[in-house]
């Protein structure tokens, strides 16, 4: 059983009868207290995506839930869910849309390195690659000359998601993105 302080951010730990992911972590030391760090964390159950934030002492001892992930890859939509397909045995998974809202701005039959996450033979949740390449389906056009400056733009991936990206990049070009900071990395290379 590992303590607050040991967790570590998209773990999966089971808390009052339930499982959750955590997707942030804050740490703070408050004045005045003769002890350790708080730890708040903000926890998405993994069956309802209801969110929960809860702070813990460094001490506080957690269990991890008993998840396992699938390399998977995203196959194809039917109706509201998205269905991706195991890598290894080729089981079918089918996640609602719904369930995985803020991952899907990232998937496309080309995502690498996705993973399923599965709870008790359910799968629950996706997990993505750090970075995912994404093809740019509208922005203003690219201004030549000014690949130099840090002038941004919005430009829409073909997913939905909107990412600042340089004046020099135009419509049809592949980007890389990082996944976390939703961030434009540069030109996908080799396309």
Request: hydrophobic fraction near 35%; proline fraction near 4%; include cysteine.
């Amino acid at each position: 059983m590992p303590k607050a302080s040991e967790i570590k951010k998209n773990a999966a730990i089971e808390f009052n009868g339930r499982v959750y992911f955590i997707k942030d972590i804050e740490r703070s030391v408050p004045q005045g207290r003769a002890g350790g760090s708080l730890y708040r964390m903000r926890m998405y159950d993994v069956v309802t995506g209801q969110k929960v934030d809860e702070t813990f002492k460094d001490s506080d001892m957690l269990n991890f839930a008993d998840l396992t992930r699938r390399n998977a890859a995203f196959s194809y939509m039917d109706g509201d869910a998205y269905v991706f397909m195991d890598s290894e045995d080729y089981t079918p998974y089918h996640l609602d849309k719904e369930a995985i809202a803020d991952e899907v701005l990232f998937i496309n039959e080309q995502t690498e390195g996705l993973q399923v996450i599965v709870l008790e033979d359910q799968p629950v949740g996706v997990v993505l690659p750090s970075t995912v390449e994404l093809e740019i389906t509208e922005c203003e056009p690219s201004v030549k000359g000014n690949s130099a400056t840090a002038r941004t733009k919005p430009a829409t991936m073909s997913t939905g998601l909107v990412v600042q990206v340089p004046e020099h990049i135009s419509q049809g070009d592949v980007i890389r993105i990082n996944v976390e900071e939703r961030k434009f990395l540069g030109r996908a290379t080799g396309k």
